[in-house]
């Protein structure tokens, strides 16, 4: 029989690419949304699959999950819904509590009563890596600088899915990803660097990079293709860890040289401003890959120039 699986934000840029991994795999997928900062367009090729369901609906609505829970029985939670943004958690932090505190605990306390086999977590390696030094990496067992609400909500939440796990006999995988790119994304936020960049470039538009004045080429950050992210959800499946697990390319790439290589690969000559730094950044965040390369049997098939020529090919075609 195949396994059912319940994808939350299964309508946005990384849970959409998940959803498609999950049907090529043979699993029957709920897919579950409220198109906050998702997109019908991004499921619609999914819609004539017998193995997928849309459901538009608030993770907050209890009942609502609740009965999707009793008449779907997940065997497999994998839950993307969240509020994304560093900058909205420090403006709002009310409202990152209620969706990234309060939906999950909503998923996990309708598994009470309707038990799974495993939960896929998704976390963030970028928002909780220590203060790095000299060449190191970020570690999974690294103390977090949790300097955003938005660090500290995605840190509680690995702590409550742990809790629950044991509680309720579950198995669970936590995902940390670095920084995600590639079809679907969406310009917003400190993640969507790379369209942000990809579309001012291509509109011939100025762009706006906040540095440190020690770091003149921007925050670093590790990015990380999304269909090798989808794989990785695939994996953590099949095979639930109970533990943390970064996924990342491993190399740390300053915002500056990612400008440049998106000019290079886009073939133009476009200008870009440099500003302040922004409150709640991480200054430095390269992630390593060890443990999801031993565990998981995971690691990065494309690189960043690979990951954007995609892009630019999809683009060309007016996928995107
Ligand atoms: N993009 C990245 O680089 C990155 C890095 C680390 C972690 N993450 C995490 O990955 C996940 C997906 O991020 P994304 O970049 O695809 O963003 P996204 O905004 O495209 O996806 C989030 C989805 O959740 C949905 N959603 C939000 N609140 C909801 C609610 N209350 N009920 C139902 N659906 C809701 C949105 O409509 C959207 O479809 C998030 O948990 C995010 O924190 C992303």
């Given at each position: 029989?195949?396994?059912?699986?319940?994808?939350?934000?299964?309508?946005?840029?990384?849970?959409?690419?998940?959803?498609?991994?999950?049907?090529?795999?043979?699993?029957?997928?709920?897919?579950?949304?409220?198109?906050?900062?998702?997109?019908?367009?991004?499921?619609?090729?999914?819609?004539?699959?017998?193995?997928?369901?849309?459901?538009?609906?608030?993770i907050n609505h209890h009942e609502a999950m609740a009965a999707?829970?009793?008449?779907?029985?997940?065997?497999?939670?994998?839950?993307?819904?969240?509020?994304?943004?560093?900058?909205?958690?420090?403006?709002?932090?009310?409202?990152?509590?209620?969706?990234?505190?309060k939906?999950?605990l909503v998923?996990?306390d309708c598994?009470?009563?309707?038990?799974?086999?495993?939960?896929?977590?998704?976390?963030?390696?970028?928002?909780?890596?220590?203060?790095?030094?000299?060449?190191?990496?970020?570690?999974?067992?690294?103390?977090?600088?949790?300097?955003?609400?938005?660090?500290?909500?995605?840190?509680?939440?690995?702590?409550?899915?742990?809790?629950?796990?044991?509680?309720?006999?579950?198995?669970?995988?936590?995902?940390?990803?670095?920084?995600?790119?590639?079809?679907?994304?969406?310009?917003?936020?400190?993640?969507?660097?790379?369209?942000?960049?990809?579309?001012?470039?291509?509109?011939?538009?100025?762009?706006?990079?906040?540095?440190?004045?020690?770091?003149?080429?921007?925050?670093?950050?590790?990015?990380?293709?999304?269909?090798?992210?989808?794989?990785?959800?695939?994996?953590?499946?099949?095979?639930?860890?109970?533990?943390?697990?970064?996924?990342?390319?491993?190399?740390?790439?300053?915002?500056?040289?990612?400008?440049?290589?998106?000019?290079?690969?886009?073939?133009?000559?476009?200008?870009?401003?440099?500003?302040?730094?922004?409150?709640?950044?991480?200054?430095?965040?390269?992630?390593?890959?060890?443990?999801?390369?031993?565990?998981?049997?995971?690691?990065?098939?494309?690189?960043?120039?690979?990951?954007?020529?995609?892009?630019?090919?999809?683009?060309?075609?007016?996928?995107?």
């Amino acid at each position: 029989m195949k396994k059912r699986v319940l994808v939350t934000g299964g309508a946005g840029f990384i849970g959409s690419h998940v959803c498609e991994t999950y049907i090529a795999d043979g699993y029957d997928v709920l897919c579950v949304d409220n198109l906050s900062s998702g997109k019908r367009t991004n499921i619609s090729h999914l819609l004539d699959s017998e193995q997928f369901q849309f459901v538009e609906e608030d993770i907050n609505h209890h009942e609502a999950m609740a009965a999707l829970f009793a008449s779907f029985q997940p065997a497999i939670v994998n839950h993307h819904a969240a509020q994304k943004s560093v900058v909205t958690s420090l403006e709002d932090p009310l409202h990152d509590v209620d969706i990234n505190i309060k939906g999950l605990l909503v998923l996990l306390d309708c598994i009470k009563n309707n038990p799974i086999e495993a939960f896929v977590y998704v976390s963030s390696g970028g928002a909780l890596s220590k203060v790095i030094e000299g060449q190191e990496k970020s570690s999974e067992e690294d103390v977090p600088q949790l300097i955003s609400p938005y660090a500290i909500t995605k840190y509680a939440g690995e702590k409550y899915l742990a809790i629950y796990a044991k509680a309720y006999g579950f198995d669970y995988t936590v995902l940390r990803y670095a920084n995600v790119f590639g079809p679907r994304q969406i310009p917003d936020g400190e993640c969507g660097v790379v369209p942000i960049f990809v579309n001012n470039i291509v509109a011939n538009q100025t762009s706006v990079l906040m540095t440190y004045p020690d770091m003149p080429r921007g925050c670093t950050r590790d990015y990380v293709y999304v269909k090798d992210v989808a794989e990785a959800n695939r994996l953590a499946s099949i095979q639930p860890l109970n533990t943390v697990v970064n996924i990342g390319s491993g190399e740390e790439i300053a915002i500056l040289d990612i400008y440049d290589t998106i000019l290079a690969i886009f073939e133009k000559e476009v200008s870009i401003q440099i500003t302040g730094p922004r409150a709640g950044d991480v200054k430095r965040s390269v992630l390593s890959n060890a443990r999801a390369k031993a565990c998981l049997g995971w690691q990065p098939q494309v690189s960043l120039e690979a990951g954007l020529l995609a892009l630019k090919k999809e683009m060309t075609l007016g996928v995107v």
